[in-house]
């Protein structure tokens, strides 16, 4: 199994630009979350779903939007880039108890 | 005000030292999972408790849900061991809250 991956792994966009984020995961996961990390800051959550064809808000949603057509897939679109969307976005997957999350390797997003 | 609070920020020690990473939070939870991130690396779960104590290896969890602390404690610490360590909360919902992370770096 590839557990949860990421596509791309690196990326330079210029302000304005637009650009999709793909999540996969083979774990038949409910759940999936794209998260950004920061320099000083804990991951935070941008936006989560909970099963296929639903999303819901996390923490700083502003600038991204996301679909989860597919329940192994979660999609997660920049429409404009700023400079301020340059992090490192996570995402992860997990069953719907307590159980833990798995996270996928990451992608690194510069805006220029 | 961070929910949940880790410390320290940053920890050296020699490799053979037992280390003790602390994080405490302010809301009542479901679960704390503690998780490890290499430089550069992803992100991989080391433990998920509700309770009591976990170990694996050379590594032990302790949560105290009266207090809302928990402890990551790693015996006999080597510089592989060199990472950057999240502790990270569940409520009542799905999502989790995180620490700032732990900053460990174990020299030879």
């Known amino acids: 199994n590839a557990g949860v991956t990421q596509t791309p792994k690196f990326r330079v966009l210029k302000t304005g630009q637009s650009m999709t984020l793909l999540c996969a995961q083979d774990?038949?996961?409910?759940?999936m979350y794209w998260y950004r990390q920061d320099p000083g800051m804990g991951l935070r959550l941008i936006h989560y779903?909970?099963?296929?064809?639903?999303?819901a808000k996390g923490e700083v949603p502003d600038g991204y939007n996301v679909s989860r057509l597919k329940k192994q897939n979660f999609l997660l679109g920049l429409e404009s880039a700023a400079p301020s969307q340059t992090s490192v976005y996570f995402c992860?997957?997990?069953?719907?108890?307590?159980?833990?999350?798995?996270f996928g390797p990451g992608t690194r997003l510069t805006v220029l | 005000k961070n929910e949940v609070e880790q410390s320290p920020q940053n920890l050296t020690a020699q490799e053979g030292e037992f280390i003790t990473i602390n994080c405490s939070y302010s809301?009542?939870?479901?679960?704390l999972h503690w998780l490890q991130q290499h430089p550069g690396g992803g992100i991989v779960s080391l433990f998920m408790l509700s309770s009591g104590k976990k170990k694996h290896g050379r590594l032990i969890a302790t949560i105290n849900i009266q207090e809302k602390h928990s402890s990551l404690h790693i015996t006999a610490s080597h510089p592989r061991d060199s990472a950057v360590y999240i502790c990270?909360?569940?409520?009542?919902?799905?999502?989790?809250?995180f620490g700032k992370g732990t900053l460990l770096t174990v020299n030879p």
């Open positions: 990270a909360v569940k409520g009542s919902n799905y999502k989790l809250t």
């Open positions: 992860a997957s997990s069953p719907p108890d307590l159980g833990e999350q798995f």
């Open positions: 779903s909970v099963g296929e064809g639903t999303t």
């Open positions: 774990m038949n996961h409910e759940y």
């Open positions: 809301v009542g939870i479901s679960a």
